[in-house]
């Protein structure tokens, strides 16, 4: 995985090689994906809990989030207890109960955690080095896909989670919204003709794209066809939803 050094620098030659084109529209957009990176390197849970303690608390903070993110995945928020979660992690409950008090702040900080992985990951897919900000879009929308193919599961129980509670439908919310402005400003990007109206419309097109393909994916056949050649196709469709507008 990219460090976050790598990442700021590839965002910095990116506002260099599009400001090149000569369009302001694309400069900010990208300004913004600057802005938005360095929220979300704030955001995660493991650097806000551990910053300042000893590096044996901040291996257990992140021990704990692992084991509450695999079960979670096996069992959904129902099944999970912190009982079962500490026996996942190897440690006392009450080691566990010291960091995380309730079930809920658990699962809620194990989410962040989580989609923090997943943003720092499709962020490698930025490579203004080389690619228009189409091709980065598209790129990010592939690897959802592809991630789709080992994490469908995950997805399924957040899903589940949602639609558990009003609660749990906000906190599921505001974990994608980071993520829908990263791809809102991609989108900017790509086709700056586009009103602020359409590329809302657009973003949520390629989301509910994207996230189809993620319950499909999981339910098989794996040597469907239509399965197969998912990445590939929505990759045409990102492209024909920006260029429709």
Known sequence: MAS????????RQ???????CDNAEVAKALEAITAHLNDLKRARPTKEIGDGKPGRTQKTIKRILRAAYDVFTREGHAGLSLRKVADEAGIAVG???YHFPAKTVLIETMLREALSDYVEAHLEHLQPDRDTPLESLM??????????RT????????WGYAGSGED????????????????????????????????????????SLEEGYKLFIGMGPEDASAIQTAEADIRILTKRIIDMG
Request: proline share 3%; net charge positive.
């Open 4 to 11: 976050s050094t790598q990442t700021e620098d590839k965002v």
């Open 14 to 20: 990116a506002k260099v090689n599009f400001a090149q």
């Open 95 to 97: 080691n566990l109960t």
């Open 139 to 148: 790129k990010v929308v592939e690897f959802y896909v592809r991630n789709a």
């Open 151 to 158: 994490s469908h599961q995950f997805f399924y129980q957040l």
């Open 168 to 207: 749990a439908k906000a906190n599921v919310r505001s974990l994608y919204r980071p993520i829908g402005r990263f791809v809102y400003y991609l989108v900017k990007a790509a086709n700056p003709k586009l009103t602020d109206d359409e590329i809302r419309r657009a973003v949520l097109q390629i989301f």
